[in-house]
């Protein structure tokens, strides 16, 4: 052997102990997490490395159920073992796949055991409870600092999920909103408590024609929430709804209502329940004398009035068309007798009797089934915003209010106050309180009593000491009994 030679082979065997030697045990590993819940967030999720000699690369995929995790590589973190590596980096190329990467510069993992990264990992509520969910490493590789790979093994990690306190107690195992008619909104309330040990993130999914509001939202220890439950039948017979609330566990409301057509209304010439493009040319054919209409068609066709009002004249003219085609556009309503207020701020007549309301304030964003536009209104005072009073009631009598309504941001905004005295005074009222940004019915749980003579106000009121903005949207007060 000659000393070339001999000076190669110790040059060699030096390099390959300074940089741990090829032959050592090195273990990937993803930790098992362990007993998680649905709807758990923030969950920590380690990388763990064993290495009998140093590692200045490292890379692997982790393949994971997207539908019921996620990882953001954003919220990879180093641990004391990787600090000194210069390359620290994950991405998320594909769903359901984290890519890593980890380099050195002349710095290394040095041998020993323990975790080197560390990822945030999310529940979602579409697990299975009952199941293991794998969480799989493949393209792995560790190499030392002259580029030599390293032979290593692989151990795989899991999460097991299962049905966690809390326990939510729901008010109603099912619903029934009875009767309504096509194209109208039948609500209750859903009452949701937490009669666990811990908080609870409830998520309510809606199927079918239910819906909830909120739908997402927390709950401690003893606390409770309600839920307005509504149902919008689009067609005849039963509409046949599901919520399932899930916070530890799943709950399945069914909800049920009836579509009912009601009796031939003003502008339904031809009583199929719609007022549309057909009925203009049956109006038409009746004022030309075309067509002979029957008693029912004859005092259908007849609605012509104010707005909202369709009592006719006994005369089917161009002022019907002219009814019927604002009816179709939802420019104009035909309300029922019952109904002592109705506005959906369409147009400058829609401001009449309105104290601060201007047809400015009218946007093009209206709630469904409303027309054209909205009322958008701010305020941040102690008083409100805007108000009207209503004609003296001729009777004794009880009233509710309804409206559209959404908040231009989610937790700044407002109130309709239906009350039967000025600010200040002595008075009784109910409610409607207006949050969330997207649109909803609300309607008033209590009735108002206003007896005989005494005016009914209505009172808009957003903010306080800080502003805030809403939209409303098809205001009515109903008299109820």
């Not at 209304?265 to 054919?285: F, Q, R, T």
């Not at 068309?321 to 369409?346: A, Q, T």
């Not at 305020?379 to 209010?401: F, K």
Request: aromatic share 10%; net charge negative.
């Amino acid at each position: 052997m000659t000393k070339n030679t001999l000076f190669l082979i110790l040059t060699t065997a030096f390099i390959l102990l300074l940089n741990g030697g090829v032959f050592g045990q090195m273990v990937l590993r993803v930790d098992d997490i362990g007993f998680a819940c649905t709807g758990d967030t923030n969950r920590s999720l380690t990388i763990s490395l064993e290495n009998d000699g140093n590692v200045a690369a490292i890379q692997f995929d982790m393949i994971f159920d997207p539908d019921c995790f996620t990882i953001d590589p954003a919220s990879l973190t180093r641990t004391d073992r990787s600090a000194d590596l210069h390359i620290f980096q994950a991405s998320n190329p594909d769903p359901g796949v984290v890519k890593f990467a980890g380099t050195g510069i002349g710095t290394f993992i040095a041998p020993g055991s323990g975790s080197i990264a560390e990822f945030t990992l999310d529940i979602t509520w579409n697990c299975a409870e009952g199941e293991y969910y794998p969480l799989t490493l493949f393209n792995t590789k560790l190499a030392n600092s002259s580029g030599m790979e390293y032979t290593h093994s692989v151990e795989n990690g899991y999460i097991d999920i299962f049905c966690c306190d809390p326990m939510l107690e729901i008010s109603s195992a099912e619903f029934d909103l009875g009767d309504i008619w096509i194209g109208s909104v039948g609500i209750d309330t859903l009452i949701i408590c937490n009669v666990g040990t811990r908080s609870a993130n409830v998520h309510i999914f809606s199927e079918n024609c239910a819906s909830a509001y909120p739908n997402i939202f927390e709950l401690n220890v003893g606390q409770s929430r309600d839920v307005i439950v509504s149902c919008h039948p689009e067609k005849p017979g039963p509409c046949e709804g599901i919520l399932e609330v899930s916070g530890g566990g799943w709950v399945e409301v069914p909800v049920t209502c009836n579509g009912v057509i009601p009796a031939r209304s003003k502008g339904d010439i031809n009583g199929d329940g719609v007022i549309d493009v057909l009925d203009i040319v049956e109006a038409v054919h009746i004022f030309l004398g075309i067509y002979n209409p029957s008693s029912e068609e004859s005092q259908a066709a007849d609605c012509n009035g104010p707005t909202y009002k369709c009592d006719g004249d006994g005369v089917v003219d161009v002022l019907d068309i002219m009814k019927i085609v604002n009816l179709i556009l939802r420019m104009d309503e035909c309300l029922p007798s019952n109904i002592v207020y109705f506005n959906s701020f369409e147009s400058d007549e829609d401001t009449t009797g309105w104290r601060w309301i201007f047809q400015e304030m009218f946007v093009a964003d209206p709630a469904p089934g409303c027309g054209r536009q909205s009322l958008f209104i701010g305020g941040g005072c102690t008083q409100p915003a805007a108000y009207i009073e209503l004609p003296s009631q001729a009777e004794d009598s009880y009233y509710i209010v309804s409206c559209w309504g959404k908040a231009n941001e989610s937790d700044r905004g407002g109130k309709i106050v239906l009350t039967t005295g000025d600010v200040g005074e002595e008075r009784d009222e109910t409610e409607l309180i207006i949050h969330g940004t997207e649109w909803v019915s609300y309607a008033s749980e209590e009735s108002l009593y206003c007896p005989a003579d005494n005016t009914l106000r209505i009172e808009l009121w957003i903010g306080g000491f800080v502003p805030a903005y809403m939209f409303v949207d098809c205001i009515k007060v109903e008299k109820v009994e």
